[in-house]
């Protein structure tokens, strides 16, 4: 069916093999494949250093841990983080299901929140207005579409409150800052802006925390026994090779995006997309139609343009998750602000090798439907 589609939602933009090949040549040479080698240990060296130059403080604060996926990394994090059996942990009805997943995988229960309807994400104040009708033991938010969330206000949260953070910023690796009080876990997927093929990372200013989730990768042995039950969760270190390689490039690959960017911006005006788009390049880009997403969506597709509905239906309307606490507004509605985005947000072929006139293309075909 993907070959059918005249524009394609998504286009990995992942290393070449001549760029990749002089590091696949010192794994081969080193003869070490997995289990922490040099070039896991090199890239998480460098991760380290690409995420921390975002933030005010010292590099030597943040610790990273790379993982085989950004779920494994979200439910190591959860397993180390000492919560109670069966912990509520308070997260967006609107992300990936894999959020809500690693809670239900680890043994805990996703409390469904509604989001700002500015950001589009759940804040700081929505979570103290959870905790304040109904128990609440730690909170997870999401950089929902790769916008960053505000990492001083949720550290001031978690201290004032005592209920710990930890932040599913999946697709916005590249803009999302990290406090060192408040772990973080990135994806490294095919489609990720900075995708490796598959992978995840944790970045934290806790190093016992990153050593110990360091162990259950790699089924927590210590010496060569398991102190606790572990899993295999580690990076390749052919998924390291890409990961060095994304490095030196990455900054073009932004530059390409941004382009782009700029000229969906140009041919819609910026009020159609979040408010944050002036100032990020987000991982996934959303049209505000203002009520028409079915429209919308059914006339792309009609012209061979592939869309996405990121993450519609929300969480609270999967069968998987059925039985879920779901927080209502002060008036009894169920999650307002999110079933309102449903009916205006579609997701458009965004991807570094989209041309001007696909865009145009894109544009005149939704401006049928919006005029």
């Known amino acids: 069916m993907l070959d059918q589609w005249k524009i394609k939602c998504l286009v990995p933009d992942l290393p070449s093999a001549e760029d990749v090949l002089p590091f696949l040549r010192r794994m081969d040479n080193e003869r070490w ?144 800052e990290v406090h060192p009080d408040i772990p973080v876990c990135f994806s490294l997927h095919a489609t990720k802006p900075f995708g490796v093929g598959e992978g995840g990372l944790l970045v934290t200013g806790q190093r016992d925390l990153a050593e110990r989730a360091r162990r259950l990768t790699n089924f927590a042995f210590v010496d060569g026994t398991s102190r606790e039950v572990g899993t295999n969760a580690k990076m390749a270190e052919a998924m390291a090779a890409y990961g060095l390689s994304q490095l030196i490039r990455f900054t073009d690959v932004q530059e390409r995006r941004k382009t782009v960017l700029r000229h969906y911006i140009s041919a819609f005006g910026l009020e159609r997309f979040h408010p944050a788009t002036n100032r990020y390049i987000p991982g996934t880009l959303l049209l505000d139609t203002s009520g028409k997403a079915l429209e919308v969506a059914a006339a792309l597709e009609v012209a061979a343009i592939q869309v996405r509905k990121w993450y519609f239906p929300p969480l609270d309307e999967h069968a998987a998750y059925a039985d879920a606490d779901v927080l209502h507004s002060r008036d009894g509605a169920r999650l307002p602000v999110i079933h309102d985005l449903k009916t205006r947000l579609i997701g458009l072929p965004f991807h570094a090798f989209l041309s001007e006139d696909d865009i145009q293309t894109v544009a005149k075909t939704c401006q049928n439907v919006l005029s």
Not at 132 to 155: R, S
């Open 33 to 176: 494949y997995s289990n922490f080698g040099p070039l896991v240990r090199e890239f998480e060296a460098g991760m380290c250093h690409f995420i921390g130059a975002m933030s005010p403080r010292p590099v030597e604060t943040l610790t990273t841990v790379t993982f085989s996926s950004a779920t494994t990394a979200l439910e190591i994090l959860l397993r180390v983080s000492d919560l109670p059996a069966k912990a509520r942990i308070l997260t967006p009805a609107l992300t990936f299901s894999a959020t809500a997943g690693a809670i239900r995988l680890t043994g805990h229960q996703p409390v469904f929140s509604d989001v700002d309807p500015a950001t589009w994400d759940l804040t700081p104040a929505l979570a103290r207005a959870a905790a304040e009708q109904t128990k609440i033991d730690a909170v997870m938010p999401v950089a929902i579409y790769g916008y960053p969330l505000d990492m001083a206000a949720w550290a001031a949260f978690q201290a004032e409150t005592g209920i710990p953070v930890f932040v599913d910023a999946a697709a916005a690796l590249g803009n999302q």
